[in-house]
C-alpha cells in the first residue's frame, strides 16, 4: 500500500509560480513557456523512525524553494512519499521500489527528490534510469553510487541500466568523509581503533573508507565488526574493552540504535573516544544517547553546521527559522532546499518543455558554477557535487557543537 506522509499540511501542495526567474547556472535550454504546464516533484525519504526529524526538515525545504521560485506558467506540484514502515522503524527496500514506481508511472512526474539512505537509492536508481527520470539527493554519501573503483566491482554501472547517468547528489560522498574521520581521530590523540558498522551498504562503506585510512595513517585496529540493530550491545561493549580501544568509530545511521551502542560502552569503558560520521550527527541520536553523550563525542559532517553559517546559506536559515518557527533545523534541511533548487531551476530552464523529463534531466546534469546557498559549485561527470567542505563536532549538554573545519587529505 502506498504511504503518504502528512503533518498537518496538504500532502500534494500545488504552487503556482508566475514570474521571475531561479537563481544559479543550470545548463540546458528553453526559453519563455508560451503556454501553461502543471509539473511534480516527489520526494522519497524516511518520515517514520528515528531519522523522521531531519527528513520533516528536508521536506520543510523542500516546500519553501518551491514557495521562494517564481517560473512564467508553470505550476509545480509537491508530493512527499514515505520510505519507512512502522514495522521496520527505517527505510524499507520494498516500500522505496513501490515509491520510485509510483514517481514513474505519474507522468506529471518530472524530477524525484531522494534517497535519504544510500541503500535506498541503490533501489530506485535502476528503475528510475529505466524510467529516464531524474534523482537528485540531498543525503546519499555511498562513493559506489556514483564513482567506479569506490565500492563494488560492478559498481556504479549496474545501477544505469540505460548507460546514461540520472543520478546527482549535492552532498559529498564518503570516499571524503570517512578519510577525514580518521585523520580527526589521529588528531584527537587516538592510537587504537574499534571499528564497528551497522551493516547497510551506507554504514560499512564508510566504516571501510575510515578502516584504510586509519592504517594509512599508522592507527592500530583493535577490532573490526558488523553489528545490526538490537536492544543491547553489551557483549561488543565487552569486546571493545578487552581490545585496549581508546576510540570507537561507528559507521551507521541512528535508525540502528548506535546511541544504545555508546550506552553500553560507556558501562564499561566511562571515557572512551566515539565518533561517526553524519549519520549520527543529528539531535536525535543525542536525544536517545542522553549523558552518555556528555563527553568524547565525535562527528563528521559534510558542510558546516547552522550556527556558521554565512552569506546566502544565513539568508536562508534566517527565512526557515522563520517560516517553521524553528532554532535552527538539523544539517541537512539546506541540502533539501539546495537539491530543490537545482530540480526548480532544470524547470525553469526548460521553457516549453518544462513538463519533458528528458529535458529536466540534460538540465541538472548541466549544472556548473550554481551559485546557491551552499556556494559556487558544479555537478560533475559522475553525478557529484564539487563540493568538498566537511567540519567535526562535538557532543555538549545535547546539541552538537562546532569544533572546526575538516581538511580533506591529499
Given at each position: 500500500?502506498?504511504?503518504?506522509?502528512?503533518?498537518?499540511?496538504?500532502?500534494v501542495?500545488?504552487?503556482?509560480?508566475?514570474?521571475?526567474a531561479?537563481?544559479?547556472g543550470?545548463?540546458?535550454?528553453?526559453?519563455?513557456?508560451?503556454?501553461?504546464?502543471?509539473?511534480?516533484?516527489m520526494?522519497?525519504?524516511?518520515?517514520?523512525?528515528?531519522?523522521?526529524?531531519q527528513?520533516v526538515?528536508?521536506?520543510?525545504s523542500?516546500q519553501?524553494?518551491?514557495a521562494?521560485?517564481?517560473?512564467?506558467?508553470?505550476t509545480?506540484?509537491?508530493e512527499?512519499?514515505d520510505?519507512?514502515?512502522?514495522?521496520?522503524g527505517?527505510?524499507?527496500?520494498?516500500?522505496e521500489?513501490?515509491?520510485?514506481?509510483?514517481?514513474?508511472?505519474?507522468k506529471?512526474?518530472?524530477?524525484?527528490?531522494?534517497?535519504?539512505?544510500?541503500?535506498?537509492a541503490?533501489?530506485?536508481?535502476?528503475?528510475?534510469?529505466?524510467?529516464?527520470?531524474v534523482?537528485?539527493s540531498?543525503?546519499?554519501?555511498?562513493p559506489g553510487l556514483?564513482?567506479?573503483g569506490?565500492?563494488?566491482?560492478?559498481?556504479?554501472?549496474k545501477?544505469?541500466?540505460?548507460?546514461?547517468?540520472?543520478?546527482f547528489r549535492?552532498v559529498?560522498?564518503d570516499?571524503l568523509?570517512?578519510?577525514?574521520?580518521a585523520v580527526w581521530a589521529?588528531?584527537?590523540?587516538a592510537k587504537?581503533?574499534?571499528?564497528?558498522h551497522?551493516?547497510e551498504l551506507?554504514?560499512?562503506?564508510?566504516?571501510?573508507?575510515?578502516?584504510?585510512?586509519a592504517?594509512?595513517?599508522?592507527?592500530?585496529?583493535?577490532?573490526?565488526?558488523?553489528?545490526?540493530?538490537?536492544?543491547?550491545?553489551?557483549?561488543?561493549?565487552?569486546?571493545?574493552?578487552?581490545?585496549g580501544?581508546?576510540?570507537?568509530y561507528?559507521g551507521g545511521?541512528?535508525?540502528?540504535?548506535?546511541?544504545?551502542?555508546l550506552?553500553?560502552?560507556?558501562a564499561v569503558l566511562p571515557?572512551?573516544?566515539?565518533?561517526?560520521p553524519d549519520g549520527i550527527n543529528?539531535?536525535?541520536?543525542?536525544?536517545?544517547?542522553?549523558?552518555?553523550a556528555?563527553?568524547?563525542?565525535?562527528?563528521?559532517?559534510?558542510?558546516?553546521?547552522?550556527e556558521?553559517?554565512?552569506?546566502?546559506?544565513?539568508?536562508w536559515?534566517?527565512?526557515?527559522?522563520?517560516?517553521?518557527?524553528?532554532?535552527?533545523p538539523?544539517?541537512?534541511?539546506?541540502?533539501?532546499y539546495?537539491?530543490?533548487?537545482?530540480?526548480?531551476?532544470?524547470?525553469?530552464?526548460?521553457?516549453?518543455?518544462?513538463d519533458?523529463?528528458?529535458?529536466?534531466l540534460?538540465?541538472?546534469?548541466?549544472?556548473?558554477?550554481y551559485?546557491g546557498?551552499?556556494?559556487?559549485?558544479?555537478?560533475?561527470?559522475?553525478?557529484?557535487?564539487?563540493?568538498t567542505?566537511?567540519s567535526?563536532s562535538?557532543?555538549k549538554?545535547?546539541?552538537w557543537?562546532?569544533?572546526k573545519?575538516?581538511?580533506?587529505?591529499?
Amino acid at each position: 500500500m502506498q504511504k503518504r506522509w502528512t503533518a498537518g499540511v496538504a500532502v500534494v501542495s500545488a504552487l503556482a509560480l508566475l514570474v521571475g526567474a531561479c537563481g544559479g547556472g543550470t545548463g540546458g535550454g528553453g526559453g519563455g513557456a508560451s503556454t501553461s504546464k502543471t509539473v511534480k516533484i516527489m520526494s522519497s525519504l524516511p518520515m517514520t523512525g528515528a531519522s523522521r526529524t531531519q527528513t520533516v526538515e528536508i521536506v520543510n525545504s523542500i516546500q519553501l524553494a518551491i514557495a521562494d521560485t517564481k517560473i512564467n506558467n508553470v505550476t509545480v506540484q509537491f508530493e512527499a512519499l514515505d520510505d519507512a514502515t512502522a514495522a521496520k522503524g527505517s527505510w524499507d527496500a520494498a516500500q522505496e521500489a513501490e515509491n520510485a514506481r509510483k514517481a514513474i508511472n505519474d507522468k506529471s512526474v518530472v524530477a524525484y527528490i531522494g534517497t535519504y539512505n544510500s541503500g535506498a537509492a541503490k533501489v530506485s536508481i535502476p528503475l528510475l534510469n529505466q524510467a529516464g527520470l531524474v534523482m537528485v539527493s540531498p543525503a546519499n554519501t555511498y562513493p559506489g553510487l556514483t564513482k567506479p573503483g569506490k565500492g563494488e566491482a560492478d559498481e556504479p554501472n549496474k545501477y544505469y541500466p540505460n548507460g546514461k547517468r540520472n543520478y546527482f547528489r549535492v552532498v559529498p560522498a564518503d570516499d571524503l568523509q570517512g578519510a577525514v574521520g580518521a585523520v580527526w581521530a589521529k588528531d584527537l590523540g587516538a592510537k587504537k581503533v574499534y571499528i564497528v558498522h551497522d551493516t547497510e551498504l551506507y554504514g560499512k562503506g564508510i566504516a571501510d573508507v575510515f578502516r584504510a585510512k586509519a592504517k594509512d595513517l599508522g592507527l592500530t585496529e583493535a577490532g573490526y565488526e558488523g553489528a545490526q540493530k538490537a536492544d543491547n550491545y553489551r557483549a561488543l561493549a565487552n569486546k571493545v574493552k578487552d581490545s585496549g580501544a581508546d576510540l570507537v568509530y561507528y559507521g551507521g545511521i541512528v535508525d540502528n540504535n548506535p546511541a544504545v551502542l555508546l550506552k553500553d560502552l560507556r558501562a564499561v569503558l566511562p571515557t572512551i573516544k566515539f565518533m561517526g560520521p553524519d549519520g549520527i550527527n543529528c539531535s536525535e541520536f543525542l536525544k536517545q544517547a542522553g549523558p552518555s553523550a556528555d563527553q568524547s563525542v565525535y562527528s563528521t559532517f559534510g558542510g558546516v553546521p547552522p550556527e556558521k553559517y554565512t552569506g546566502k546559506a544565513a539568508d536562508w536559515l534566517k527565512s526557515y527559522n522563520a517560516k517553521y518557527n524553528n532554532n535552527n533545523p538539523n544539517p541537512y534541511a539546506i541540502y533539501g532546499y539546495e537539491a530543490a533548487k537545482v530540480v526548480l531551476a532544470a524547470i525553469a530552464a526548460a521553457g516549453d518543455k518544462a513538463d519533458d523529463r528528458q529535458t529536466v534531466l540534460t538540465n541538472v546534469a548541466g549544472t556548473k558554477n550554481y551559485d546557491g546557498v551552499l556556494g559556487k559549485w558544479s555537478f560533475d561527470a559522475n553525478g557529484d557535487t564539487t563540493l568538498t567542505q566537511f567540519s567535526g563536532s562535538q557532543a555538549k549538554s545535547g546539541s552538537w557543537a562546532f569544533v572546526k573545519e575538516l581538511a580533506v587529505p591529499q
